[in-house]
């Protein structure tokens, strides 16, 4: 019989999990030291700055400052800090790095079917997988009051996404491993939000997005086209910054499949744009190239994005620096993505890092109005299933599950903190709103 002891049997590595309790207890994850953080809120999110756009970093503020749940979405580091001062179970998957309920959505698939899945891993790292579980359900917590549910009907919503989770994690353990990386879930067209959002991204067609992007350069009949200018969240780029954008094309090319090289060498860049997008990575420098195939018919946005290291990075010790985070980015999203866009790479411009992906090709989100009445438990299970295939597809399910158990400690503790974590969230955004960091300067 051939043995290494790399290769380890279903028992082995379910045990594995069930010792990691003694390592850090189920309940035990209900709790939350703010106390312990090495640095303040305010300072740690200072930091996320260096090396931003100047002239952008007021209005990153601006967005955080409208509520307690675009302060969460702009404060990841925050939580990277947060979570680092808890105990952790040590059992690693590819992270989401920053799962909340609008980074998720629906896209188009390489086949043209729309499927609706994690979608932004700006911040993805191998972590101990309960931190996407928290930053999750912290999520619904917070969208929930923004939606005008009570702490109770929140707190629910947190304890049905991890006992989805955990109840697709337990199956994943039963299932061969192989049916596990191709899982389709099911389920999703049941919850009212996904359904919008499928709906939303059916109608955003590359040609929607090309008239809403773009306008004629002249009232000719048949004139070419350019960006609109539509400051402060879309403008044009010209001279030696859109050939460098252009430029950057080159090496991106090559790390393509064959195949994806041909389809981009029918398109020809026509124009360049900045584009200011997200919360979290506003003031990162993010291009857009309007290309065309066979005419205006014809039209491909390619996103230039510029990435920097995971906020988790300075946390997990073990986790090696990416030599490049737009590959970081790339890879973690094929890690747990089981559909991923066809463009998706990686390229440089000058010392900058950037993902290459496609722009608004047929994509929906999820609004928080969304998510009132019954819709935030249907759509918190939803985010439970996804994170579970993506954990299941990057770490491993008999492990995970091992730890997790038959009960609902786990879920019961996650969904403690979840509320626990939303009154420190408001507490971190009234803070900001005292600093005046976010007024509009005279």
């Not at 305010?42 to 307690?68: D, F, H, N, T, W």
């Not at 896209?107 to 932004?120: I, K």
């Not at 790292?125 to 702490?151: C, N, Q, T, Y």
């Not at 596990?180 to 099911?186: A, D």
Request: with cysteine; hydrophobic share 40%.
């Amino acid at each position: 019989m051939l043995r290494c002891m790399h290769w380890a049997t279903p028992e082995d590595r379910r045990a594995l999990g069930q010792a990691r309790r003694k390592q850090v207890g189920r309940h035990q994850h209900e709790a939350l030291h703010p106390k312990a953080r090495p640095v303040a809120a305010l300072e740690l999110v200072a930091r996320s700055m260096r090396g931003r756009v100047p002239a952008l970093i007021q209005l990153k503020y601006q967005l955080m400052v409208e509520s307690p749940f675009g302060y969460f979405r702009g404060a990841a580091p925050v939580m990277a800090a947060d979570l680092a001062q808890l105990p952790s179970t040590g059992i690693v998957s590819q992270l989401c790095g920053d799962a909340h309920v609008r980074n998720l959505g629906a896209f188009a698939a390489p086949d043209g079917r729309l499927v609706f899945d994690l979608n932004d891993f700006d911040e993805t790292i191998r972590g101990p997988f309960e931190w996407d579980l928290k930053r999750m359900a912290a999520s619904l917590v917070l969208a929930g009051r923004e939606a005008g549910h009570k702490d109770n009907s929140a707190r629910k919503a947190a304890a049905a996404c991890i006992e989805r989770y955990a109840e697709q994690m337990r199956a994943f353990a039963r299932m061969p491993q192989l049916e596990v990386n191709r899982f389709q879930v099911h389920r999703i067209d049941l919850a009212k939000p996904v359904h919008d959002a499928l709906s939303k991204a059916e109608r955003a067609t590359p040609q929607h997005t090309f008239e809403r992007l773009t306008t004629p350069i002249s009232s000719r009949p048949g004139a070419r086209r350019r960006f609109r200018e539509m400051r402060p969240m879309l403008w044009r780029v010209a001279g030696s910054r859109a050939a460098a954008v252009v430029a950057s094309l080159t090496p991106y090319r090559e790390i393509l499949e064959p195949q994806r090289q041909h389809l981009l060498d029918f398109y020809r860049p026509v124009d360049v744009a900045f584009k200011v997008v997200g919360t979290g990575s506003v003031g990162l420098r993010d291009y857009v190239i309007y290309m065309e195939g066979n005419g205006s018919v014809d039209p491909l946005f390619l996103q230039i994005k510029e990435e920097v290291a995971s906020a988790y990075a300075p946390y997990l010790p073990d986790a090696r620096p990416a030599a490049h985070n737009g590959r970081r980015t790339a890879e973690g999203q094929k890690y747990m993505q089981i559909q991923t866009d066809p463009f998706l790479g990686w390229t440089h411009i000058g010392n900058r890092q950037y993902l290459v992906r496609q722009l608004n090709d047929h994509k929906g989100s999820v609004a928080i109005t969304d998510l009132a009445g019954a819709n935030l438990k249907a759509y918190a299970e939803v985010c439970g299933e996804l994170l579970a295939r993506g954990h299941g597809r990057s770490g491993d399910p008999q492990t995970i599950a091992g730890y997790i158990g038959t009960g609902t400690a786990f879920p019961d503790a996650i969904a403690e903190f979840a509320i626990v974590y939303a009154d420190q969230t408001r507490k971190d955004w009234e803070e900001l709103k005292r600093s005046g960091r976010a007024k509009k300067k005279a």
